[in-house]
């Protein structure tokens, strides 16, 4: 590791304990502002964020959006993607794609716009999101002519993954990978 790496990774965990109101990131025991909620029972971003999505129709003339919904427990906020600093852990959405399967290609997913919020422990606002949002994913189909096996029509599970990391106005929780599918239905 170079020493502007090592730097870094210090300056991230001096950073990660100064989000905390008692010295340590996760279970912090506090109370989350405003709500009276016990965050003593956390140590996962995994138990703020709930995904779910909506089943989605495609065909070869007809991408579609498939559409995933994050869930944040009131007084909690997960950063936004893009984040506001390059430290920052970004809500992602994506698609690991297996060569042997024949599943809709996603895009960029269309993340949503943020909300501006000032916290004690930064400088400047950060981009978060709080309550509940939706991201688009762009499905399409891939070229037939390129593809090495036939996509097969009906319903098929499109896997994704969702990487969080939740905090309230004073700590931020060991973030989260969350795997999911979308039922995606071929014509």
Known sequence: MNRSLALLCLFLAFALAACSKDGRTGN??????????????????????KVTSSAVTISQDAPADAVVTLSIVPGFHINANPATFPYLIATEVSHTVDPDESLPVMEKPIYPVPVSKKFAFADKPLAVYEGEV?????????????TYGKIRSGPLSFPITIRVQACDDEQCFPPAIIKTTIAVTVK
């Not at 912090?28 to 964020?49: K, R």
């Not at 939706?134 to 390129?146: A, G, Y």
């Open 28 to 49: 912090g025991g506090g109370l989350a502002p405003g709500q009276g909620q016990s965050t003593a029972g956390i140590s996962s971003s995994a138990q703020v964020v």
């Open 134 to 146: 939706s991201v688009k994913l762009p499905l399409h189909l891939p070229d037939p002519k390129r």
